[in-house]
């Protein structure tokens, strides 16, 4: 796995403060990390942590590429030695910055898709967390640590945007609802990125839905999904090198 991109990559906090109060339509990846947050998992009451922090950056990078393949911005294409290469759509740019910024990146030259996850990666969380706490969705908080020291902790901003998002994922890995693509790719990262056993309270981890979990990772999403087959094989393509990665990184 190549985990160092060819080239540098300039991207991820691209928002001053006041660009953030124009944000458009949460982005695949805000999503994706919004459910990731975990509330009441913090060591203080109250508070809440991300699930899967060891290899988030990759998990983040994918639901990116993810979100660029649904909007027909990327396609992937075959490289030397039947390698997988991501390749952005000439005169398809996004509008979001954080989406932007990856599809320039890719408009250089096609690249290997762990080169893209390795490379656009890192710089995610940050901005993304930042979306987040403008939407309301979570919540930065100050707390004492050991009753001396000032610490942020995070907290669930009162919205109810994640409980919304959950009850979709469950509804289509446990009630078998035909999902919405977004629905879906969210489900796929989820399950690619090891962290849905994390959410067994609320989605129960039985065999039905890890075989349903899965069916989502290979691109396998029904006749309801309103997604053209390509988006959905560059879906399962990204999911799968974030399986990879999430598998490999850990052991590095």
Same mark, same amino acid.
């Given at each position: 796995?190549?985990?160092?991109?060819?080239?540098?990559?300039?991207?991820?906090?691209? /928002?001053?403060? &006041?660009?953030?109060?124009?944000?458009?339509?949460?982005?695949?990846?805000?999503?994706?990390?919004? @459910? +990731?947050?975990?509330?009441?998992?913090?060591?203080?009451?109250?508070?809440?942590?991300?699930?899967?922090?060891?290899?988030?950056?990759?998990?983040?990078?994918?639901?990116?590429?993810?979100?660029?393949?649904?909007?027909?911005?990327?396609?992937?294409?075959?490289?030397?030695?039947?390698?997988?290469?991501?390749?952005?759509?000439?005169?398809?740019?996004?509008?979001?910055?954080?989406?932007? *910024?990856?599809?320039?990146?890719?408009?250089?030259?096609?690249?290997? =898709?762990?080169? =893209?996850?390795?490379?656009?990666?890192?710089? @995610?969380?940050?901005?993304? +967390?930042?979306?987040? =706490?403008?939407?309301?969705?979570?919540?930065?908080?100050?707390?004492?640590?050991?009753?001396?020291?000032?610490?942020?902790? @995070?907290?669930? &901003?009162? *919205?109810?945007?994640?409980?919304? +998002?959950?009850?979709?994922?469950?509804? =289509?890995?446990?009630?078998?609802?035909?999902?919405?693509?977004?629905?879906?790719?969210?489900?796929?990262? +989820? *399950?690619?990125?090891?962290?849905?056993?994390?959410?067994?309270? /609320?989605?129960?981890?039985? *065999?039905?839905?890890?075989?349903?979990?899965?069916?989502?990772?290979?691109? $396998?999403?029904?006749?309801?999904?309103?997604?053209?087959?390509?988006?959905?094989?560059?879906?399962?393509?990204?999911?799968?090198?974030?399986?990879?990665?999430?598998?490999? @990184?850990?052991? $590095?």
């Amino acid at each position: 796995m190549n985990q160092q991109p060819d080239e540098p990559f300039a991207g991820g906090e691209t /928002e001053t403060p &006041g660009e953030a109060k124009r944000l458009g339509a949460p982005t695949l990846a805000e999503d994706l990390l919004l @459910l +990731l947050f975990q509330p009441n998992s913090g060591f203080q009451a109250g508070t809440g942590t991300i699930a899967g922090e060891n290899t988030l950056f990759y998990t983040l990078a994918g639901a990116v590429l993810a979100d660029l393949a649904l909007g027909h911005h990327v396609r992937t294409d075959t490289g030397r030695g039947g390698t997988t290469r991501v390749e952005a759509i000439e005169d398809r740019p996004p509008s979001d910055d954080i989406l932007r *910024s990856a599809w320039d990146y890719l408009s250089q030259k096609p690249r290997g =898709v762990q080169t =893209v996850l390795a490379a656009i990666g890192p710089t @995610l969380r940050s901005p993304l +967390l930042d979306r987040l =706490v403008e939407r309301g969705d979570i919540r930065r908080g100050s707390r004492k640590a050991l009753g001396l020291f000032n610490t942020t902790v @995070l907290e669930d &901003g009162g *919205s109810g945007r994640r409980s919304r +998002l959950l009850d979709d994922v469950r509804d =289509v890995l446990v009630e078998g609802t035909e999902p919405q693509p977004r629905i879906a790719a969210l489900a796929a990262l +989820l *399950s690619g990125s090891g962290t849905l056993p994390q959410f067994h309270r /609320e989605i129960p981890w039985t *065999s039905p839905v890890i075989t349903r979990a899965k069916e989502f990772e290979q691109g $396998n999403w029904g006749a309801g999904a309103a997604a053209g087959a390509v988006a959905r094989s560059v879906t399962a393509t990204i999911v799968s090198n974030v399986i990879i990665a999430a598998a490999v @990184l850990p052991q $590095n």
